[in-house]
């Protein structure tokens, strides 16, 4: 993606943003001009590298950071809210992309196991909310903030890493919907789906599973982390007048 100007002055917090999905979507808005804070779990180091590679931001009060976002502590959240508040003054750009998953054969109703069903609610749905709970003040101050649900294909075709996170997706876009009623008109709320993404995650399965999907699928490929944050960006350059809508970047695989 181009470099541009068109997010200068805007600070984004994006969670999860060390991961495959989450270093390519604080990468791109960066180049748009925001400033980003890099949100990680438990683990800094790939935060602290990927937001000392992030391009500049000339005239920024302060530039880009890596700070810890617990998405399942609700007064970590708002700790970290508060921080971005101190450093930077503003919030414009919330993108709750952590999320976990695992993959268990749909049949296998054993093999997802009470801990790891709460344990996806937590972080995928739960963790967005108390995301958004933490952040709507800043969000909120400018008239003009936006919240970007990182969802999935999963959410409507039922077809993903196990019944668990199929379903969490699903709640994600309909919280989404929700939000995006309750926050307007000074915060819009959408979700960007994509189908099966190019990540390290995906890299590790099967390959003959890999390409059968990517032949499937009508533009023949998988969604490459570039094309999910081209949406991010264009959610908050473009679709000014757009709340509460799912985004699909899945290349048509539903069609199929």
Known sequence: MAASSSLQGKVAVVTGGAGGLGSAICRALASAGATLVVGYGQSPERAVTLAAELPGVAGAVAGHVALRAPVTDSAGMKALA????????RCDVLVNCAGITRFVAHPDLDGLDDELIDRIFAVNVRGAFASVRAFAPLLRRN????VVNISSIAAVTAMGSNIAYCASKAALDNMTRSLARALAPAIRVVSVSPGLSDTEFVRQLDQAWRDEQAERTP??????????????????TLLRFTTGAIIPVDGGRPLT
């Open 143 to 146: 008239g003009n903030g936006l």
């Open 82 to 89: 508060a921080e971005v508040e101190g450093r930077y003054g």
């Open 219 to 236: 533009l023949k490929g998988l969604a490459q982390p570039e094309h999910v944050a081209e949406a991010v960006v264009a959610a908050a």
